[in-house]
């Protein structure tokens, strides 16, 4: 049972910083991937480009808006779970 508490706290602790260290690569290729869509809809009209590059803007900002919903998941399961997240692996 201690051996599965310490293992929930460690994912909690290393998804969080996972994700903090992947959001900003990923929201850039959000925006490339938005780009190079409403390029190649150039050929259906400005609309349809338009919109697929403000569709990568709109993705880009859910995703690096998403780090404040990680952080207050984090805080309610350290709130909720006695402090869960703080703790390491063995000790």
Do not use: C, H, N, Y
Not at 52 to 75: D, E, N, P, Q, Y
Not at 81 to 91: A, K, P, S, W
């Amino acid at each position: 049972m201690i051996e599965t508490t310490l293992a929930a706290g460690d994912l909690l602790t290393a998804i969080p910083g996972l994700w903090d260290a992947a959001r900003i690569p990923l929201a850039i290729i959000a925006i490339a991937v938005g780009g190079v869509s409403g390029a190649f809809s150039l050929t259906r009209g400005f609309g349809a480009a338009a919109g697929k590059v403000l569709g990568g803007v709109a993705i880009a900002a859910i995703i690096l808006g998403g780090a404040g919903l990680a952080t207050s998941v984090k805080g309610t399961v350290d709130k909720l779970g006695g402090g869960i997240t703080t703790g390491q692996f063995g000790q």
